[in-house]
Nanobody
């Protein structure tokens, strides 16, 4: 088990950028790391994830705008979010998967994008 702490959320206007960070309490070298978000009244959805080898996957609505990256030496995962829109508003959660039934979650950080 690792503890995950997100930071970097905030309020921005449409078209602006934010960078979210997630720091783990232990090694994530063998973990698939992901970012999820939950908009008001909606279910949590996967935004992006990155494997230990660096392979990335994104939800279609953010592809080309968001970039997920990892720095295992710093036990950190980041999500660079560009060209933000109000549809990107929500609570963003860091996720770490280290087995088929083992996952850890951060507490979430709020992202609000206004028109």
């Amino acid at each position: 088990q690792v503890q995950l702490v997100e930071s970097g959320g905030g309020w921005v206007q449409t078209g602006e950028s934010l960078r979210l960070s997630c720091v783990a309490s232990g090694s994530i070298r063998l973990h698939i790391m992901g970012w999820y978000r939950q908009a008001p009244g909606k279910e949590r959805e996967l935004v992006a994830h990155i494997t230990p080898a660096g392979s990335r996957q994104y939800i279609g609505s953010v592809k080309g705008r968001f970039t997920i990256s990892r720095d295992d030496a710093k036990k950190m995962v980041e999500l660079q979010m560009n060209s933000l829109t109000p549809e990107d508003t929500g609570v963003y959660y860091c996720n770490s998967v280290r087995g088929p039934r083992i996952a850890d979650w951060g507490q979430g950080t709020q992202v609000t994008v206004s028109s």
